[in-house]
């Protein structure tokens, strides 16, 4: 879903800064930073740690929205224009619950948040991806 969106193609144009989190199913790329599946330094260790605990952040709010809306807890089964609709009512909705300080139902279990790497090895990497990571990595960590 993510490659056909518009964001993708103006991230892969650089039309944005910033990087995206992604995990070990997706190629590094120059917009989107994977863990490093093999960490050798202590700053490629605090890199994967980080990257985590970022994720995680977003894994437990995509949980939230599961236990909120029981149909994303599955795969949508609708045309993608379809499906972005039901994402972005569900976000919104959940805004309004917020706000409202309506509550969750917990009659949904919600499975648990760890390091989600999909697989045995790292997707295709883009050309430029893992040098602009390792550049972050010895920059930040």
Same mark, same amino acid.
């Given at each position: 879903? @993510?490659?056909?969106?518009?964001?993708?193609?103006?991230?892969?144009?650089?039309?944005?800064?910033?990087?995206?989190?992604?995990?070990?199913?997706?190629?590094?790329?120059?917009?989107?930073?994977?863990?490093?599946?093999?960490?050798?330094?202590?700053?490629?260790?605090?890199?994967?740690?980080?990257?985590?605990?970022?994720?995680?952040?977003?894994?437990?709010?995509?949980?939230?929205?599961?236990?909120? @809306?029981?149909?994303?807890?599955?795969?949508?089964?609708?045309?993608?224009?379809?499906?972005?609709?039901?994402?972005?009512?569900?976000?919104?909705?959940?805004?309004?619950?917020?706000?409202?300080?309506?509550?969750?139902?917990?009659? @949904?279990?919600?499975?648990?948040?760890?390091?989600?790497?999909?697989?045995?090895?790292?997707?295709?990497?883009?050309?430029?991806?893992?040098?602009?990571?390792?550049?972050?990595?010895?920059?930040?960590?």
């Amino acid at each position: 879903m @993510f490659e056909n969106s518009r964001m993708y193609t103006k991230l892969e144009g650089g039309q944005y800064s910033g990087h995206l989190l992604g995990d070990s199913g997706y190629g590094c790329s120059d917009f989107l930073m994977t863990p490093v599946l093999n960490p050798r330094t202590q700053k490629e260790r605090n890199y994967n740690a980080a990257h985590v605990r970022t994720r995680n952040v977003i894994e437990r709010a995509f949980g939230i929205w599961k236990r909120r @809306f029981a149909c994303l807890s599955i795969p949508l089964r609708t045309k993608l224009s379809t499906s972005k609709v039901i994402i972005m009512a569900c976000a919104v909705l959940h805004n309004i619950a917020i706000s409202r300080r309506i509550p969750i139902e917990d009659d @949904f279990e919600n499975p648990e948040v760890g390091e989600h790497y999909h697989g045995e090895g790292e997707a295709h990497n883009a050309a430029g991806g893992p040098h602009r990571r390792q550049a972050l990595i010895e920059r930040w960590f």
